[in-house]
């Protein structure tokens, strides 16, 4: 069953890909160039300013910074450390295949990187994970899972390729002076958190298991009869919004782990204790931990 899972998205990506090259797309040298074509999340601040505050607290901002030291690991003993990756890096694109194995979900905007630019992306990651270097931060903080990567380039299920400068929402009705929108119900299926919140295949074949969550909302959650999508309880759910809260979030952290204490006063008896000292009180106490999270907790 696995194998099949493997292959069938090892063949989408592969599909993937060539739709990616049918379209000509030109790589690009520099962050400035890259903004062109992926607008930042400043850009759709002027007119969204409530829900750019709720994304400016989420983790989703900092899908770089925040995973820093995992990054810089990767590229020092993964890749640097590890003769037979090192070996495949040093080839034209092949930092970036290696590097894509995580820019995929932590910054897919570099899926139009030219080496060059992948090359001055990993350095920051060094020198900022090292040194806190602020240049290399200055470039950093431009690469996250943006509102343009969310309703354009990851708002339909591949092989589909979003349509250039079309914003892609759950209504489809407004019309907006900057973009034009267009419906697309991908966008409140599980299924559009999962391709970045589990499992991921790489072009070459090479499972990344950075996390395995949507495996245990599919496998256990839905299973067993949970009715509610990740947008159910992550987005509508007390109006989080954007703010996409997780186990870095008290108030949420608390709603997924139910506590059910049972107590019972009891008196122990202990034959070998002075007469008077004999019958001591005593209770017995059942603690339920329940999950009442749509997958396992924690991830990782
Ligand atoms: C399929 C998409 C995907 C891929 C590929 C991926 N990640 Fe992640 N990564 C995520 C998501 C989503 C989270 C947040 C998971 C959570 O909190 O449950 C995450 C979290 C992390 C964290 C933990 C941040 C924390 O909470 O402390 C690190 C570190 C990390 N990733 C590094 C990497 C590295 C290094 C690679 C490449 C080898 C990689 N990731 C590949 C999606 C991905
Ligand atoms: C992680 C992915 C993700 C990111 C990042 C993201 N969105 Fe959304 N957005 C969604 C999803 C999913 C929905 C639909 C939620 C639903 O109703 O099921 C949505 C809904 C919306 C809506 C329509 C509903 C409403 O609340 O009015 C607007 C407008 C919107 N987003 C704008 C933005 C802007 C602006 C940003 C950046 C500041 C942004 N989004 C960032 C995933 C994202
Ligand atoms: C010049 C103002 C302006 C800018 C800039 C702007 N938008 Fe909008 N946007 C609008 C208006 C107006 C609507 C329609 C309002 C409505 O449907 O209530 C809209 C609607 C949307 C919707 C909802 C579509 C739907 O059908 O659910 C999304 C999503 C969205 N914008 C995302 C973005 C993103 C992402 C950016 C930045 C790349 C952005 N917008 C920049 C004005 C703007
Ligand atoms: C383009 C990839 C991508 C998409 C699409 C995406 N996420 Fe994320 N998400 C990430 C990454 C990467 C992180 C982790 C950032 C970090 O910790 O460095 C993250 C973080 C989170 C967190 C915070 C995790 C924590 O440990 O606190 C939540 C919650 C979350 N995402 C929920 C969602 C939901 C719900 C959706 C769908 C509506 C979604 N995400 C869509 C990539 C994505
Ligand atoms: C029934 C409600 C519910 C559903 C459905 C649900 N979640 Fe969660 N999720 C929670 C709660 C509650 C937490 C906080 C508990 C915790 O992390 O300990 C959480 C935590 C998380 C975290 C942080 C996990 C960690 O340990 O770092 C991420 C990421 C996340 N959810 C993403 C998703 C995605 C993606 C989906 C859909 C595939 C989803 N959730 C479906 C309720 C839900």
């Known amino acids: 069953m696995k194998g099949i ?7 989408t990506f592969v599909l993937f890909f060539l739709i990616g090259k049918a379209y000509g797309e030109k790589l690009v040298d520099t962050l400035d160039e890259l903004e062109k074509i992926y607008p930042p999340s400043s850009v759709c601040a002027g007119c969204h ?10 983790l989703h901002q900092e899908s770089i910074l925040h995973s820093i030291g995992g990054l810089r690991n990767f590229i020092k003993f993964g890749i640097e450390g590890e003769p037979e ?27 139009l990187a030219s080496d060059k630019l992948i090359k001055e992306i990993a350095d920051a990651i060094v020198a900022f994970a090292d040194k806190k270097d602020p240049q290399a931060k200055a470039k950093l903080e431009r690469l996250n899972v943006s509102c343009y990567v969310c ?3 990851k708002a339909l299920h591949p092989p589909e390729r979003p349509e250039k400068n079309v914003i892609y929402g759950v209504k489809g009705t407004g019309t907006s002076p900057f973009h034009v929108v267009k419906k697309h119900g991908f966008l409140q299926n599980s299924n559009f958190c999962m391709q970045c919140h589990g499992v991921f295949v790489a072009p070459d074949g090479e499972p990344i298991m950075c996390n395995t969550l949507s495996q245990s909302y599919r496998d256990h959650y839905v299973a067993m009869g949970g009715q509610k999508t990740c947008q159910d309880c992550h987005m509508k759910a007390k109006n989080r919004g954007h703010t996409f809260p997780g186990a870095y979030n008290l108030d949420t952290l608390r709603e997924g782990i139910g506590i059910n204490v049972d107590v019972r006063q009891l008196v122990d ?7 008077e000292q004999q019958w001591r009180p005593a209770a017995k106490v059942v603690v339920d931990l329940i999950n009442n999270a749509g997958h396992r907790i924690p991830d990782g």
């Open 85 to 111: 990756r090192k070996a495949r890096a040093e080839k034209p694109g092949g930092l970036k295949a290696e590097l894509m194995k995580c820019f995929t979900c932590h910054a897919p905007q570099l899926e």
């Open 151 to 153: 309703h354009n380039l």
């Open 49 to 58: 300013a409530n829900i750019f505050e709720q994304w400016k607290v989420s």
């Open 269 to 275: 008896l202990n034959p070998t204790l002075p007469k």
């Open 5 to 11: 899972r493997y292959l069938s998205w090892f063949l």
